[in-house]
């Protein structure tokens, strides 16, 4: 739909029709700039999960490392686009300062400074240098052609092929971005790349033109990532069988506390028989020489899984082992593995009263019972997390934490009379800071709309933690605010939660479909931190 609006409104512009029609681009800029960052976000959570699969996947490693070098040079092609949109801007519109908002920019419609600044004088004979058209295109240029030569470089080296499929799809995707003009004429002669993207255009359709390119660049750069991700996991062998699976990181529960399980659908296939497989238990292999230094034993296969089966008394038991995978080629892949588990007794539990996680700032309540132990000779201690532990009544305790941990531990043992005894293992929690809060103004929080007649009821920007168990409340400490006042957009900066004079009157002057902006939102929660916050905007109706 971005893209029928974008063709659509570049045709109206090649006509010289209505600022409505300028207003309108603003709309789709806004629309890619926006479909910019969500590729930018979901670039940046692919690459959090590549660079931790390659912890435990070896082979996942030689792609990542291109898919580093890809996002580099699409990165810094992409902070130069964005530096010109702003050379541009200050250009056309140098009161607005540091602005990159095209919505602000009153001279939308202005054709001849951006013209001059990327092509000049002339259309035939392009201007060079830096922030121009021309370099702009040599700049598109090269990221293009060193894309397609990693890409082409990747086939070459056993350690990075790609299937050919995937190879041929990538290419064919990175050379949709080559600057070309397409074979565009005009009277007959040849028009450039640069005249056919930026020639007397007005500065909201260069805007536009180079926000379509960054989202082109950013969906390349996504594309090669995927690629990438997945190429190390691919083989030639389908999987052709889901299954569910439970997997509980202790083989063992005590009374009282909760079991916890990952539930996941796991991949096999029919094709994962004796003659291709092999589960060695108690197998080892050899790292240095890659062969196995003795066969261990083999335990059944269904499914393509290993069936272990062991009966054991109270007490700790450890196992491992080495899978023998047979590939398509005739050589064999090892992928050694190990395990352990405990039969034990229930002895302790420790149960948090509202949730599994310790909040920084706030009072944790727990609750603590050990069996056959009366609650006044238990003895409660803790570690990690900078937790401190205070009773609060008969197996009643408040935890309060001060700085982030994953492995925070929670230490049960009892009186008696042969002296204090552990109740069972360490309980580990996690301490985590409060969640952030979002900004409220006039009780609207995010993008809302606010009748005319409350706007002069705003005196304040409040901090909302919402779905949070605790009580935690936060204190903006400042914002920024920006109000649309007879077309023209006037900013102030508020210290504390309270609007300013200056706000409040510009509160009174805005009028039906104008628009306040709270921006820059700064809040200070009950652990001490300063919080940048989502802030709001609203849109003012009758």
């Known amino acids: 739909m971005i893209g029928m609006m974008y063709l659509v409104l570049t045709a109206l512009l090649a006509m010289n029709v209505s600022k409505d029609i300028l207003k309108a681009f603003v709309t789709v800029n806004e629309s890619l700039e926006r479909t910019n960052k969500n590729f930018s976000d979901n670039t940046i959570k692919v690459m959090k999960s590549f660079e931790d699969a390659k912890a435990s996947n070896p082979s996942a490693a030689p792609y990542y490392t291109k898919a580093v070098e890809a996002k580099k040079l699409t990165g810094d092609l992409y902070e130069h ?29 202005n054709y001849d400074i951006p013209t001059h600044h990327l092509i000049g004088d002339n259309e035939s004979t392009p201007i060079k240098g830096e922030f121009t058209a021309s370099d702009l295109r040599d700049r598109v240029q090269n990221v293009h052609d060193k894309l397609i030569k990693m890409v082409q470089d ?3 080296d056993k350690k990075t092929v790609l299937l050919k499929d995937d190879y041929d799809a990538l290419l064919k995707k990175i050379e949709t971005f080559k600057p070309d003009a397409l074979g565009e004429t ?26 379509k390119m960054q989202a082109d ?28 699976k439970v997997v509980a990181p202790k083989g063992y529960i005590m009374a009282g506390e909760p079991y916890k399980a990952d539930i996941f659908l796991a991949a096999s296939s029919t094709d994962f028989k004796d003659e291709n497989m092999q589960v060695l238990i108690g197998a080892q292999f050899d790292t240095i020489t890659k062969k196995l230094i003795n066969e261990g034993k083999a335990i059944p296969l269904a499914g393509g899984m290993g069936k272990l089966e062991e009966s054991n008394g109270v007490g700790n038991h450890e196992f491992n082992g080495v899978i023998k995978f047979k590939k398509p080629t005739g050589e064999y892949d090892y992928y050694p593995f190990s395990g352990d588990y405990t039969v034990a007794a229930p002895s302790c539990a420790v149960s948090p009263d509202k949730m599994n996680v310790f909040y920084i700032g706030v009072d944790n309540p727990i609750t603590v019972s ?14 990690g997390g900078g937790i401190t532990i205070k009773p609060s009544g008969a197996g009643k305790y408040i935890v309060r934490g001060s700085s982030e941990a994953k492995d925070a531990k929670i230490m049960v043992s009892a009186k008696t009379k042969d002296g204090v005894k552990a109740q069972g293992p360490a309980q580990i929690f996690r301490v985590k800071r409060i969640p952030d809060p979002v900004a409220a103004i006039g009780g609207k929080k ?48 508020g210290n504390g939660p309270s609007m300013t004079s200056d706000m409040k009157a510009a509160l009174g002057k805005v009028a039906t479909g104008s628009k306040i902006f709270i921006d820059n939102v700064k809040a200070k929660g009950p652990d001490g931190s300063l919080r940048n916050i989502p802030g709001v905007t609203l849109k003012v109706k009758g």
């Open 81 to 109: 686009m964005e530096k010109l949109k702003h050379e541009l801007i200050k250009g056309v519109f140098p009161e607005g300062g540091d602005t990159t908002r095209l919505r602000f920019v009153d001279a939308k419609d």
């Open 154 to 156: 990747m086939q070459k």
């Open 186 to 211: 005009e009277d007959g002669n040849p028009i450039s790349w640069e005249v056919l993207n930026f020639y007397h255009l007005p500065l909201a359709g260069v805007i536009t033109n180079i926000s």
């Open 217 to 244: 660049l950013k969906n390349i750069e996504a594309e090669i990532i995927s690629q990438l991700s997945g190429a190390s996991g691919k083989v030639s062998i389908k999987f052709n069988q889901l299954s569910a």
């Open 370 to 383: 050990a069996a056959g132990v009366a609650p006044g000779d238990l003895v409660v201690s803790g570690s």
């Open 446 to 493: 995010g993008t809302s709309e606010i009748r005319r007649v409350d706007v002069a009821g705003i005196g304040a920007v409040a901090a909302k933690l919402e779905g949070f168990d605790f009580e935690a409340n936060f204190i903006v400490t400042s914002f920024e605010f920006t109000a649309i006042v007879k077309g023209q957009p006037v900013s102030y900066t």
